[in-house]
């Protein structure tokens, strides 16, 4: 069998992702992931792991699910994907956006908990 017709089962993925075989029948069901059947045993092509990777992915960097599907659904196998990139890049960089906000957040709300963390030591010192 070349690389390119490699399959994989359910757990294959799972194991190699660190995600658990109900994560990913969840994604099966939302229509992430569209697994070949053999009787009751799910197999996966190259193109199913690829699409795990992206939502993995999609997911890390706070996509929604719904998000990364439309993204993954406009992949076209036989053309350049222009349309897909161009959403890929919109969606990436307002997610950035997001994220260096969130970022700036939690850098403040440390400051914050440093501070009281420091006048609370030092109250306590002051009354050992």
Same mark, same amino acid.
Not at 26 to 51: C, H, I, N, Q, S
Not at 69 to 75: A, G, T, V
Not at 84 to 108: C, D, F, N, P, Y
Not at 111 to 127: W, Y
């Given at each position: 069998? *070349?690389? *390119?017709?490699?399959?994989?089962?359910? #757990?294959?993925?799972?194991?190699?992702? #660190?995600?658990?075989?109900?994560?990913?029948?969840?994604?099966? *069901?939302? #229509?992430?992931?569209?697994?070949?059947?053999?009787?009751?045993? =799910?197999?996966?092509?190259?193109? *199913?792991? &690829?699409?795990?990777?992206?939502?993995?992915?999609?997911?890390?960097?706070?996509?929604?699910?719904?998000?990364?599907? =439309?993204?993954? /659904?406009?992949?076209?196998?036989?053309?350049?994907?222009? &349309?897909?990139?161009?959403?890929?890049?919109?969606?990436?960089? &307002?997610?950035?956006?997001?994220?260096?906000?969130?970022?700036?957040?939690?850098?403040? &709300?440390?400051?914050?908990? /440093?501070?009281?963390?420091?006048?609370?030591? #030092?109250?306590?010192?002051?009354?050992?």
């Amino acid at each position: 069998m *070349d690389q *390119d017709d490699a399959v994989y089962k359910i #757990g294959d993925l799972a194991e190699e992702f #660190g995600v658990t075989l109900r994560t990913l029948r969840f994604y099966e *069901d939302k #229509g992430l992931l569209k697994p070949a059947r053999v009787g009751v045993t =799910r197999l996966f092509t190259k193109r *199913d792991r &690829a699409r795990l990777k992206l939502i993995l992915l999609g997911k890390r960097v706070g996509f929604s699910l719904t998000e990364v599907k =439309r993204m993954i /659904d406009l992949y076209d196998p036989r053309g350049k994907n222009v &349309a897909q990139l161009k959403v890929a890049l919109t969606k990436g960089e &307002a997610q950035m956006r997001v994220l260096e906000e969130q970022r700036s957040s939690i850098h403040t &709300a440390i400051e914050e908990l /440093d501070r009281t963390i420091s006048v609370v030591r #030092g109250m306590l010192a002051d009354s050992e």
